[in-house]
Antibody, heavy 122, light 110 residues
């Protein structure tokens, strides 16, 4: 059974760096094809994909946020970390991590964490 | 502004059938499988349909998906009150080298 859980600060001040951790179980990020992604959802708004990291350390970023995002993995700890620099109140959102798999076709997110709400406010 | 276009809302009475559309372009829906997610208010999204028309284990066959060209649709038959929530289409975009989501459709069961 695949489970994921997000953790990090609930409140961040503007201009600071947000660091979120996704801790997972039920799969390994060293297995061929496996990936973990981050998706966010501002209150009352739609889902927005942020970043993806795969078993071979291939990293993909949303073009609109590429300059502010970094995604890394710690396979031994079964964790993926996302950092978002220079946050602004518009970055207030629930942040989700999710499992994906890239086989013969591009991946989709088949298991999601519960999400963590991050508020950017001074 | 989402890459994939969905109607913001849909509604129908219990027992009836509703269809939600999702429109994209050649670099996304036109080239890749479409997936659908259901999000009940206050909870995380869940995969509802993958690879255009496949249902994960546990998803009732009342839910079905289809794709034609650069558009896709989600159909829900035999509507139930617990089907209320938001529905998102998603796919991979070859130009962006990443996944894209629709703006979501809020379904109300009257």
């Amino acid at each position: 059974q695949i489970t994921l859980k997000e953790s990090g600060p609930t409140v961040v001040k503007p201009t600071q760096t947000l660091t979120l951790t996704c801790s997972f179980s039920g799969f390994s990020l060293s297995t061929s094809g496996v990936g973990v992604g981050w998706i966010r959802q501002p209150p009352g708004k739609a889902l927005e994909w942020l970043a993806l990291i795969f078993w071979d350390d291939d990293k993909r970023y949303s073009p609109s946020l590429r300059s502010r995002l970094t995604i890394t993995k710690d396979t031994s700890k079964s964790q993926v970390v996302l950092t978002l620099t220079n946050v602004d109140p518009v970055d207030t959102a629930t942040y989700y991590c999710a499992h994906s798999y890239w086989g013969s076709q591009p991946p989709y997110f088949d298991s999601w964490g519960q999400g963590t709400l991050v508020t950017v406010s001074s | 502004q989402s890459v994939l276009t969905q109607p913001p809302s849909a509604s129908e009475t219990p027992g009836q059938r509703v269809t939600i559309s999702c429109s994209g372009g050649s670099s996304n829906i036109g080239s890749n499988y479409v997936n659908w997610y259901q999000q009940v208010p206050g909870t995380a999204p869940e995969l509802l349909i993958y690879r255009n028309n496949q249902r994960p284990s546990g998803v009732p066959d009342r839910f079905s998906g289809s794709k034609s060209g650069t558009s896709a649709s989600l159909a829900i038959s035999g509507l139930r009150s617990e089907d209320e929530g938001n529905y998102y289409c998603a796919t991979w975009d070859d130009s962006l080298s990443g996944p894209v989501f629709g703006g979501g459709t809020k379904l109300t069961v009257l």
